[in-house]
């Protein structure tokens, strides 16, 4: 393998993996607060790349009650992004009252909400099909702007040609990251959440509201989910209603290797799982997807509680 | 009454112990919740363990019964060492025990929750069972009349149907220790037995915890707060103070200590 | 009637497959484990027999019954010890971790299922031959199966074995230390739910005539789980009754539509947003029905009502 060929596949790796990252993210600050995992994430990811694709003015296709509609506004795609991850959140929060809540107000078992997350899955996958059907939509090739196609960040004999997509997606994921990580390190909430995430008995104790930290928190996760689905459909396409299903399991490999709960484990686990992908040979790249089941499989036997997690003691 | 002379007579001789403890240690996390503990459980005994709340008692019967394994040091069992064994095969060997918190299975009704602790001594599988072949049957026989018997003896057994978690606190700890015998062990831990139980049903327990050791042939060690109580009932009384043990003997000599006193008597 | 059976020949036996799907995840659960695995072995099993039966026996149709018990037989066998060798190290997961390590499994076999030669890749394998001239004799088969199947699980509910798994299910650590061996008997519950998919994967290759990748996705394991959830979690009639009732769920909703009256857009979400319908079943359900819909004391009451008439 020579060295363009091995920076392209770092870079790729980076880059797929720098958006498992975002989107696992929002299934571990859900996690580490509620101890549960919200198999709706997927959906609300998938909710996200529709939301952009509509804002910017793109229309739908021929099937589903909203065959043909295009929203009057075209936002540039920064704005329909951020627009558009904003209501995926607002999604999420719903998603937290209606599903969530109420288990939580009768102590119901963590392992229904986790059924209930995943009947609000159904639903909104199924949705997406009723309303605008379930062919692929494509984002227009201009959605970038006036970008070229591909930047070259080797020198001119030596070209090493990156797609801008993946560019866009570094500097999107790498703003992410850095508000991210202002927010949990320098604002209320943000210390709460970690602090809950370290230890879970702590939050009451920090004078904080348990319902509207969860709120926000839901609509962060949404927020983020949303974010990552937009960046994959528009850098490849949106895949239908389901698109975002595949993609959920995959993020469950993220949090489960990098440690359920952990902050920082999600942005490793994605990276990780991201560059394994990206050196896959190009023979054995139909079992691309097995790798991060494999990957995760063998972490749990070895070591349930992951990279960055804590270990799992149970208190007899 | 105390019986000192039965556990010198016993303690004199020169027997393996059936329990040991060997510089047994336990920590969590920067806690050290047993910290070098040693001491030895004759046959026949009742070894009382007292210490104020967070001593390290449950987490010594957590070590022996292998629920927690020691961070340090080792138990022993007949001579032989249990510590890394898991609480099934610590059980099978003939340790049972009770809980604290009780942990009876909640849901289901008394006397399956004794038939349930029956399971080391039968051994129909899927299909011999399923199939209602030979020994299923009679092994089925066997253990709903041992778990009736059972709850006879601690006078549950009109409300044998009755589901666990229905039970008043001090029942369901008379149903944990009928559900503790149906092991047929040859020890018995039980973790404060008398906990929630008025004065009256404090007395019975201890006559009754007597009679089983009778009965039974057991070696018994009691976690237990209520200090009348222990005095009362014990050979032996091991005293636990931040995870150390400060004090062992015969109940008089531990009540006089003056570690003790400080660290626990003086309080109560 | 001709036209009865042709109709809902074809639902009658999908209902009852689904009824002892829902009892694969059912045989875990009694053990306090939740397994998502069972679309795995019930795609595994399928594999069986459409491999065998297209590749390896390649009789003429109508397929000999004896063939179909023999497939049953093998891909049964074949689905424990692979339950065997996946259960005995995943059981040592609890609770949302195990799930996830089924889900995992049933990810991995399906990629595989789509890229190996064997399985007939993404397209899968077609015309595996029929046993019978219609979907309804299919009963023949599967009805004597799910009765074979709810009376062992009745049985073995009240049995030595069946105690050690709803010990375990109670409280894990107190029946260890009641000398119940969890890995053992965890890893068994696990086996014997992944020898049920499997056999009723095996019938099912038959029954759809084709086979493929889709058949163990994860959409697969949430449906099963829903069987169980909703049916009732607590006893195996739970599981029967919501593997029957949510396999109709379709058809039933497709009758409500074509009731004459209805306003056309609901009669259209009836009949296209079924799944919409069932996903909001499943998060209703769960709500209110937190036991499912048949519970123990729902079963202990009518016995007793019935005893006093
Ligand atoms: N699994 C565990 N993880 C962390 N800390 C533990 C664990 N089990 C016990 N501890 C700690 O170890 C110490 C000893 O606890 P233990 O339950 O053994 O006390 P105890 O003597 O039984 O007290 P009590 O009289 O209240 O029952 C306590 O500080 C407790 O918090
Ligand atoms: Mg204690």
């Known amino acids: 393998m020579n060295l363009t060929v091995f920076l392209q596949n770092v870079l790729n790796g980076l880059s797929i993996g720098s958006i498992y990252a975002i989107f696992a993210l929002g299934y571990t600050l859900v996690f580490s607060i509620l101890g549960i995992i919200n198999f709706a994430h997927g959906a609300v990811f998938t909710l996200g790349a529709y939301f952009t694709y509509m804002l910017m003015g793109n229309a739908f296709g021929f099937n589903g009650l909203l065959a043909n509609l295009a929203l009057p506004i075209r936002l540039p795609f920064v704005l329909a992004l951020f627009f558009g991850s904003i209501a995926a959140g607002l999604v999420s929060v719903l998603i937290e009252r209606l599903a969530f809540c109420p288990l939580r107000r009768k102590k119901a078992d963590s392992l229904l909400t986790v059924v209930s997350s995943l009947g609000v899955a159904v639903v909104i996958v199924n949705l997406i099909q009723y309303l605008v059907g379930a062919e692929i939509y494509t984002f227009p090739p201009d959605t970038y702007g006036t970008l070229p196609p591909a930047i070259n960040f080797g020198t001119e004999a030596n070209p090493i040609p990156i797609r801008s997509v993946q560019v866009v997606i570094f500097v999107v994921s790498g703003v992410i990251v850095s508000l991210l ?18 230890d879970p008995t702590t939050a009451s104790l920090l004078g904080i509201d348990p319902d509207r930290f969860i709120v926000l928190t839901f609509f962060v996760s949404g927020f983020l989910g949303g974010l990552a689905g937009t960046l994959v459909g528009s850098s490849v396409s949106i895949a239908g209603p389901y698109f975002g299903i595949g993609f959920g399991l995959k993020g469950l490999a993220v949090i489960v290797l990098g440690g ?18 990206a050196f896959v040979p190009g ?34 | 009454m105390p019986q000192p002379q039965l556990a010198d007579s016993i303690s004199n ?11 047994l240690t336990r920590r969590f996390g920067g806690l050290i919740a047993v910290n070098n503990v040693s001491f030895s459980v004759n046959e026949g005994e009742i070894f009382g363990l007292i210490g104020p709340n967070g001593a390290g008692k449950t987490t010594l019967f957590n070590l022996v019964t292998g629920l927690i394994h020691p961070s340090n040091g080792q138990m022993l069992y007949q001579g032989d060492e249990i510590s890394k064994l898991r609480p099934h095969q610590i059980a099978k060997k003939g ?31 899927v299909f011999t069972g399923v199939l209602g072949l030979p020994p299923a049957p009679r092994e089925e026989q066997k253990t709903r009349s041992r778990a009736f018997e059972l709850l006879e003896l601690v006078g549950l057994s009109d409300r044998a149907d009755e589901k666990a978690s229905n039970f008043p606190y001090g029942d369901q700890r008379r149903l944990e220790i ?8 040859s020890v018995l831990l039980l973790d404060e037995p008398a906990a929630g139980m008025n004065p009256n049903e404090k007395q019975q327990l201890s006559d009754f915890i007597r009679q089983i050791r009778q009965q039974f ?52 | 009637m001709n036209d009865f059976v042709s109709t809902y020949g074809f639902l009658f036996v999908s209902m009852i497959l689904g009824a002892m799907l829902g009892l694969s995840l059912y045989l875990p659960l009694m053990a306090g484990q939740l397994s998502l695995a069972s679309p795995g072995f019930y795609a595994l099993g399928g594999y069986v027999a459409a491999i065998l039966s297209t590749k390896v026996f390649q009789v003429k149709e109508p397929f000999p019954i004896a063939l179909l018990l023999l497939e049953m037989l093998i891909a049964g066998i074949i689905c424990g010890l692979l339950g065997v060798i996946v259960g005995v190290p995943a059981l040592r997961l609890r609770g949302i971790y195990l799930a996830i390590a089924t889900i995992a499994f049933v990810e991995i076999l399906r990629v595989l299922a789509l890229n190996l030669d064997v399985t007939g890749g993404a397209v899968g394998i077609f015309g595996i031959p029929q046993p019978f001239q219609s979907p309804i004799e299919y009963l023949w088969i599967v009805l004597p199966l799910l009765l074979i199947s709810m009376a062992f699980v009745y049985r073995l509910e009240k049995i030595r074995v069946g105690r050690a798994f709803i010990a375990i299910r109670e409280d894990e650590l107190a029946a260890d230390s009641m000398g119940i061996n969890p890995t053992y008997y965890k890893a068994l519950a696990f086996t014997l739910g992944a020898i049920l998919a499997g056999v009723v994967g095996a019938i099912s290759a038959h029954f759809l005539n084709t086979w493929n990748a ?96």
Request: glycine share 10%; with cysteine.
């Open chain 3, 214 to 309: 889709r058949q163990g996705t994860f959409d697969a394991s949430i449906i099963y789980l829903t069987f169980v959830l909703i049916g009732g979690s607590r006893t195996f009639l739970g599981p029967v009754l919501g593997g029957m009732v949510f396999t109709a769920l379709p058809e039933i909703l497709r009758a409500i539509a074509d009731t004459p009256g209805l306003p056309v857009w609901l009669a259209q979400f009836l009949r296209d947003g079924r799944l919409i319908i069932f996903g909001l079943l499943i998060v209703i359900g769960t709500r209110f029905f937190p036991q499912g819909l048949v519970t123990p004391q729902l079963l202990k009451r009518r016995s007793r009502s019935q005893a006093n008439r």
């Open chain 1, 283 to 316: 023979d054995y790249s139909a079992y691309k997807d097995a790798v991060a089941f494999g990957i995760l499989f063998i972490m749990l036997l070895v070591r349930p509680q992951g990279l960055l997690g804590r270990s799992l003691v149970q208190k007899v």
């Open chain 1, 181 to 198: 990580t202002y927010l949990i390190n320098a604002t209320k909430y943000g210390k709460a959440m970690r602090a809950v995430a370290e």
């Open chain 2, 178 to 185: 009928a559900r503790a015998l149906a092991l047929e062990p």
């Open chain 2, 13 to 23: 001789l020169d027997r393996t112990p059936v329990l040991e403890a060997r510089g």
């Open chain 2, 95 to 125: 340790i049972a025990r009770t809980f604290q918190n009780i942990r009876l299975f909640a849901d289901l009704s008394a006397l399956e929750n004794v038939m349930i602790a029956q399971h080391i001594h039968t051994k129909s599988g």
């Open chain 2, 217 to 268: 042939n057991l070696t018994i060690l009691l976690i237990e707060h209520h200090v009348p109580l222990v005095m009362g009932l014990c050979d032996r009384i091991a005293v636990l103070n931040f995870g150390q043990l400060i004090a062992i003997g015969n109940p008089a000599d531990v009540k006089s200590d003056q570690a003790v006193i400080e660290a626990y008597l003086g309080t109560d």
């Open chain 1, 260 to 277: 359920l709960g952990s902050i920082p484990g999600a942005v490793v686990g994605g990276l990780t799982i991201g560059l394994v992908e």
